[in-house]
């Protein structure tokens, strides 16, 4: 049965002779799960709702305010038309099981709406004090009110054309005095008194939200918008929530061609600007539908739990519906950013929590008007008798009763004003409607003005009778009208050179519960530079209701420096995960995508948020370690010459002698210089001493080891010619083992010459071995040439060590094959256990190790070799003389 009747929500006609329902009862739907389907009349107790919806609640219907006209007209030389939607109404047709009702009326005011009448009534008071507009033409205006349905929204259209309230198919009117019709012209409401007002090219001046569609000259060539447009909306929108972070927000938008259009802009500034949509209701446009009385639109679900910021874009036909339902939902905790001043006619409610406080709302700018608040102060149904709706509103709000028989006002509350009322039943402040209804009726003035005083092909004004003109004429001068307002705004009916408006941010304050202020908090200028189009005062804003602080609405928090956002695979790109970046890799900025690798010279903090210049070290002489190897060196060094000075103050005794003298000394000589060439490695690198640390020490040390290999070879030499029937007397004689030496060392030095010669050490520095330094180090240049030099220096070691183990059991005086034997021994060892961890170390602990190693491997020569002879020179010196060498050679021989 719900199927086959037809029930429509109307915003009401003139008044009717229709049968009133009781005080004090609504018209309900009755619950379809109901066996019997019908309109019913009965009190409003729905248990699941905690108040009433503005679209099936009435008001008391009396006996006298069904009488009165709901058409309001005042004569002038010229007439303004006005459709505003002040009352809606329901009717019931169809076939049901109780009596067939023709109409049925409930007529709730609707206190914003009525807000747009006083403005309408305002400006033509206004212009009508004014001597320089329309001088000695008074304007007068005829109102109706407009309905949206299938054929009552054509009632009235027809009577402003016809002038009849019973209507014919035909007019008697040639031509008429009203000059043109102001209306909010909605998509739906369009089709059908569009046409029937183009046919007689009827002026139409709309006050509604711009509307591009509606600016085809070839389908709505008789149709003037006043409102500004709406081109940076979705910047302005989106700008608000990337100023506060808001990266997950939510859309409620209306279905229908400017809700679509809007989807679009706001989806690409949503993407320029990083954000992301967590999901997309489209809210039905249908005007009529009480679906949403008795069943809630599916907006909120499962998937917008996470969302904190809903973005809501919505035309003035589904306001009410949208806010019932969202009311219904009980939604407390959201943020609500929306695209027009926030109308919650919800009235009745007196409850703590509200869900519209802290709304943001986006409004377009505008100066006050001056007068307007006193001129609505001062407007009561005594001053003007004529007017229907103020007649019904003073009787709803102050306490009025009826005298009878004539339905007059009486008993109302003393000095009422429509400005004590809260906000909630009436709003002083002008709504952007009502400035847009202002602008609208100045503009039809100023075209007036223009067409009847300015065009110099229309004959002077002299009488009233050329008040009557057809309505096209005036046009041409509708479309080029450009003035500005008394608040000295620029108003422009001209698509094409109308001008983008700004935009006040408004908050909604509603707490406690009828509050209802709306706080500008800021601005968004279009036009202004990058960085400057808005202006806010954060700390102005009322959050809603539960929310002291600013609020997050983020599909994953935010990656702080340090951390790479990495993409949650088949999610949004704002749900990610935060990874750490890798090494000498920092983020400095939040939710960064990618990290940045530090340069060479710089390394990551331990924060990896900055990175920081490499601190320069070497094996300085500032450095403890470089400190003890350098006094070490020295003192080796100073001990080496006061072992030379011994040996050349006893060069005399016995122990000197033996052995070869000359070697003995040659060798300590070398001695000083390895032990000071180790000091080449110390200090601040640089060419001279990269090249001299190389050559330095390939040189000398293979002077060293040489030497010890010649005196190995004459100890071997010398126990041959001491042994009968040996003839090697002749090689020892001719000092051939001292021919070792340099020939040794001009081995090696031609291989040192090859080096510098093709690619010789440079300096060099390592910013990837340790973290947070630069190395500066010496590089060797060619590494064939230092491994050749190092493998030669090693093989004359090796090959020293061999022969002096081969001779280490030949009898000798001062045990010369011995000492030498294990000088080589620690020599080879310490320079076999410093390669490995040579080259497992980077930076000054290499170099540490390497001068380590020249001090170690020189200290074990000069101790195994010279110390136990200074220790028979200076604390034996009976064991050097010749009584006591001959003693023990005789022994020896004996043996």
Same mark, same amino acid.
């Given at each position: 049965? *719900?199927?086959?009747?037809?029930?429509?929500?109307?915003?009401?006609?003139?008044?009717?002779?229709? &049968?009133?329902?009781?005080?004090?009862?609504?018209?309900?739907?009755?619950? $379809?799960?109901?066996?019997?389907?019908?309109?019913?009349?009965?009190?409003?107790?729905?248990?699941?709702?905690?108040?009433?919806?503005?679209?099936?609640?009435?008001?008391?219907?009396?006996?006298?305010?069904?009488?009165?006209?709901?058409?309001?007209?005042?004569?002038?030389?010229?007439?303004?038309?006005?459709?505003?939607?002040?009352?809606?109404?329901?009717?019931?047709?169809?076939?049901?099981?109780?009596?067939?009702?023709?109409?049925?009326?409930?007529?709730?005011?609707?206190?914003?709406?009525?807000?747009?009448?006083?403005?309408?009534?305002?400006?033509?008071?206004?212009?009508?004090?004014?001597?320089?507009?329309?001088?000695?033409?008074?304007?007068? +205006?005829?109102?109706?009110?407009?309905?949206?349905?299938?054929?009552? #929204?054509?009632?009235?259209?027809?009577?402003?054309?016809?002038?009849?309230?019973?209507?014919?198919?035909?007019?008697?009117?040639?031509?008429?005095?009203?000059?043109?019709?102001?209306?909010?012209?909605?998509?739906?409401?369009?089709?059908?008194?569009?046409?029937?007002?183009?046919?007689?090219?009827?002026?139409?001046?709309?006050?509604?939200?711009?509307?591009?569609?509606?600016?085809?000259?070839?389908?709505?060539?008789?149709?003037?918008?006043?409102?500004?447009?709406?081109?940076?909306? &979705?910047?302005?929108?989106?700008?608000?929530?990337?100023?506060?972070?808001?990266?997950?927000?939510?859309? #409620?938008?209306?279905?229908?061609?400017?809700?679509?259009?809007?989807?679009?802009?706001?989806?690409?500034?949503?993407?320029?600007?990083?954000?992301?949509?967590?999901?997309?209701?489209?809210?039905?446009?249908?005007?009529?539908?009480?679906?949403?009385?008795?069943?809630?639109?599916?907006?909120?679900?499962?998937?917008?739990?996470?969302?904190?910021?809903?973005?809501?874009?919505?035309?003035?036909?589904?306001?009410?519906? *949208?806010?019932?339902?969202?009311?219904?939902?009980?939604?407390?905790?959201?943020?609500?950013?929306?695209?027009?001043?926030?109308? $919650?006619?919800?009235?009745?409610?007196?409850?703590?929590?509200?869900?519209?406080?802290?709304?943001?709302?986006?409004?377009?700018?505008?100066?006050?008007?001056?007068?307007?608040?006193?001129?609505?102060?001062?407007?009561?149904?005594?001053?003007?008798?004529?007017?229907?709706?103020?007649?019904?509103?003073?009787?709803?709000?102050?306490?009025?009763?009826?005298?009878?028989?004539?339905?007059?006002?009486?008993?109302?509350?003393?000095? &009422?004003?429509? $400005?004590?009322?809260?906000?909630?039943?009436?709003?002083?402040?002008?709504?952007?409607?009502? +400035?847009? #209804?202002?602008?609208?009726?100045?503009?039809?003035?100023?075209?007036?003005?223009?067409?009847?005083?300015?065009?110099?092909?229309?004959?002077?004004?002299?009488?009233?009778?050329?008040?009557?003109?057809?309505?096209?004429?005036?046009?041409?001068?509708?479309?080029?009208?450009?003035?500005?307002?008394?608040?000295?705004?620029?108003?422009?009916?001209?698509?094409?050179?109308?001008?983008?408006?700004?935009?006040?941010?408004?908050?909604?304050?509603?707490?406690?519960?009828?509050?209802?202020?709306?706080?500008?908090?800021?601005?968004?200028?279009?036009?202004?530079?990058?960085?400057?189009?808005?202006?806010?005062?954060?700390?102005?804003?009322?959050?809603?209701?539960?929310?002291?602080?600013?609020?997050?609405?983020?599909?994953?928090?935010?990656?702080?420096?340090?951390?790479?956002?990495?993409?949650?695979?088949?999610?949004?790109?704002?749900?990610?995960?935060?990874?750490?970046?890798?090494?000498?890799? #920092?983020?400095?900025?939040?939710?960064?995508?990618?990290?940045?690798?530090?340069?060479?010279?710089?390394?990551?903090?331990?924060?990896?948020?900055?990175?920081?210049?490499?601190?320069?070290?070497?094996?300085? +002489?500032?450095?403890?370690?470089?400190?003890?190897?350098?006094?070490?060196?020295?003192?080796?060094?100073?001990?080496?010459?006061?072992?030379?000075?011994?040996?050349?103050?006893?060069?005399?005794?016995?122990?000197?002698?033996?052995?070869?003298?000359?070697?003995?000394?040659?060798?300590?000589?070398?001695?000083?210089?390895?032990?000071?060439?180790?000091?080449?490695?110390?200090?601040?690198?640089?060419?001279?001493?990269?090249?001299?640390?190389?050559?330095?020490?390939?040189?000398?040390?293979?002077?060293?080891?040489?030497?010890?290999?010649?005196?190995?070879?004459?100890?071997?030499?010398?126990?041959?010619?001491?042994?009968?029937?040996?003839?090697?007397?002749?090689?020892?004689?001719?000092?051939?083992?001292?021919?070792?030496?340099?020939?040794?060392?001009?081995?090696?030095?031609?291989?040192?010459?090859?080096?510098?010669?093709?690619?010789?050490?440079?300096?060099?520095?390592?910013?990837?071995?340790?973290?947070?330094?630069?190395?500066?180090?010496?590089?060797?240049?060619?590494?064939? $040439?230092?491994?050749?030099?190092?493998?030669?220096?090693?093989?004359?070691?090796?090959?020293?060590?061999?022969?002096?183990?081969?001779?280490?059991?030949?009898?000798?005086?001062?045990?010369?094959?011995?000492?030498?034997?294990?000088?080589?021994?620690?020599?080879?060892?310490?320079?076999?256990?410093?390669?490995?961890?040579?080259?497992?170390?980077?930076?000054?602990?290499?170099?540490?190790?390497?001068?380590?190693?020249?001090?170690?491997?020189?200290?074990?020569?000069?101790?195994?070799?010279?110390?136990?002879?200074?220790?028979?020179?200076?604390?034996?010196?009976?064991?050097?003389?010749?009584?006591?060498?001959?003693?023990?050679?005789?022994?020896?021989?004996?043996?």
């Amino acid at each position: 049965m *719900l199927a086959r009747r037809r029930t429509e929500i109307q915003r009401s006609s003139h008044g009717g002779t229709q &049968a009133a329902p009781s005080p004090a009862f609504l018209v309900c739907i009755h619950n $379809a799960a109901r066996r019997r389907t019908e309109l019913q009349i009965r009190p409003w107790r729905d248990s699941g709702s905690l108040f009433t919806h503005p679209l099936v609640c009435t008001f008391i219907n009396e006996a006298c305010l069904q009488q009165r006209n709901t058409s309001v007209h005042k004569d002038g030389d010229v007439v303004i038309g006005g459709f505003f939607s002040l009352y809606f109404y329901m009717y019931y047709t169809g076939v049901t099981e109780i009596t067939p009702t023709q109409n049925f009326y409930i007529k709730p005011l609707m206190p914003n709406n009525y807000q747009s009448y006083l403005a309408f009534t305002f400006a033509i008071e206004e212009i009508n004090r004014n001597p320089q507009l329309l001088p000695n033409i008074s304007l007068g +205006y005829e109102f109706h009110n407009f309905l949206y349905s299938h054929w009552k #929204i054509l009632e009235n259209s027809f009577i402003l054309l016809t002038g009849q309230y019973k209507i014919p198919n035909y007019t008697c009117r040639r031509e008429s005095k009203c000059a043109a019709v102001l209306m909010e012209m909605s998509w739906g409401t369009s089709a059908e008194i569009g046409p029937l007002l183009e046919l007689y090219r009827f002026p139409q001046v709309t006050f509604g939200d711009y509307d591009p569609t509606l600016t085809d000259r070839g389908q709505y060539h008789s149709l003037h918008q006043v409102a500004p447009k709406d081109t940076y909306l &979705a910047l302005g929108i989106v700008t608000l929530m990337f100023h506060f972070h808001w990266t997950w927000v939510g859309l #409620i938008i209306t279905a229908d061609h400017k809700g679509l259009q809007f989807l679009s802009d706001v989806r690409a500034e949503i993407d320029r600007h990083g954000i992301c949509v967590a999901f997309v209701k489209m809210v039905s446009t249908v005007t009529v539908s009480y679906l949403s009385v008795i069943q809630k639109h599916d907006i909120f679900t499962a998937d917008t739990s996470s969302v904190n910021v809903v973005v809501i874009y919505y035309d003035n036909d589904n306001r009410n519906d *949208l806010h019932y339902n969202i009311v219904q939902s009980s939604v407390t905790w959201k943020v609500w950013v929306t695209n027009s001043q926030w109308h $919650a006619d919800l009235s009745g409610r007196n409850f703590v929590l509200d869900t519209f406080h802290g709304v943001l709302g986006f409004s377009h700018h505008h100066e006050e008007i001056s007068g307007f608040k006193n001129f609505v102060k001062e407007a009561t149904p005594f001053k003007y008798p004529e007017d229907s709706y103020l007649f019904m509103y003073w009787y709803k709000n102050f306490h009025c009763s009826f005298s009878e028989p004539d339905c007059a006002l009486e008993n109302c509350t003393l000095n &009422a004003s429509v $400005a004590w009322l809260p906000p909630n039943s009436f709003d002083t402040a002008m709504s952007d409607g009502s +400035y847009n #209804i202002y602008n609208g009726v100045y503009a039809v003035a100023h075209a007036l003005h223009a067409m009847l005083f300015e065009d110099v092909q229309r004959p002077p004004v002299k009488n009233r009778n050329v008040m009557m003109f057809p309505h096209w004429e005036l046009h041409p001068f509708l479309k080029n009208i450009q003035f500005s307002n008394p608040s000295g705004e620029q108003v422009i009916l001209n698509d094409r050179r109308k001008l983008d408006s700004e935009y006040d941010i408004l908050n909604f304050w509603n707490f406690p519960e009828g509050l209802r202020l709306k706080v500008k908090v800021g601005t968004f200028s279009p036009l202004a530079p990058n960085g400057q189009k808005m202006t806010l005062s954060e700390n102005m804003i009322e959050w809603t209701t539960g929310i002291t602080e600013t609020p997050r609405s983020v599909c994953s928090e935010s990656c702080i420096p340090g951390f790479r956002k990495s993409p949650q695979e088949g999610k949004a790109p704002c749900c990610f995960d935060c990874t750490p970046c890798a090494g000498n890799e #920092i983020t400095n900025d939040t939710d960064m995508e990618q990290c940045i690798k530090c340069p060479e010279h710089h390394y990551a903090n331990a924060q990896q948020n900055h990175c920081l210049q490499k601190s320069v070290t070497f094996l300085a +002489y500032e450095d403890p370690v470089g400190k003890a190897l350098a006094g070490t060196a020295l003192i080796l060094t100073v001990l080496t010459a006061a072992v030379l000075g011994i040996f050349v103050k006893h060069q005399d005794t016995p122990i000197v002698k033996a052995n070869n003298q000359a070697l003995s000394y040659t060798l300590l000589i070398s001695l000083i210089f390895c032990f000071l060439c180790s000091l080449l490695f110390i200090g601040h690198p640089n060419t001279a001493t990269c090249i001299l640390q190389q050559t330095t020490f390939g040189v000398v040390f293979t002077v060293a080891v040489s030497t010890v290999l010649a005196k190995t070879i004459t100890v071997m030499l010398a126990f041959k010619v001491t042994t009968p029937g040996r003839r090697m007397r002749q090689f020892l004689v001719s000092g051939a083992p001292n021919y070792i030496i340099p020939i040794c060392t001009l081995i090696q030095f031609t291989l040192c010459a090859v080096w510098m010669g093709t690619n010789p050490p440079y300096v060099d520095t390592d910013a990837h071995s340790e973290h947070g330094h630069v190395i500066i180090m010496c590089n060797k240049g060619s590494l064939t $040439a230092f491994y050749c030099v190092l493998g030669y220096l090693s093989s004359l070691a090796l090959v020293s060590f061999t022969v002096a183990f081969l001779v280490r059991n030949l009898p000798d005086t001062f045990n010369e094959a011995k000492f030498l034997t294990f000088s080589m021994l620690v020599f080879c060892s310490v320079w076999v256990t410093f390669f490995p961890v040579y080259h497992s170390r980077r930076g000054k602990v290499m170099v540490a190790m390497e001068v380590f190693s020249i001090l170690a491997s020189s200290a074990g020569l000069l101790g195994c070799i010279f110390v136990p002879k200074c220790y028979i020179i200076l604390l034996r010196p009976e064991k050097n003389s010749l009584t006591e060498i001959r003693g023990r050679t005789h022994f020896v021989r004996k043996k």
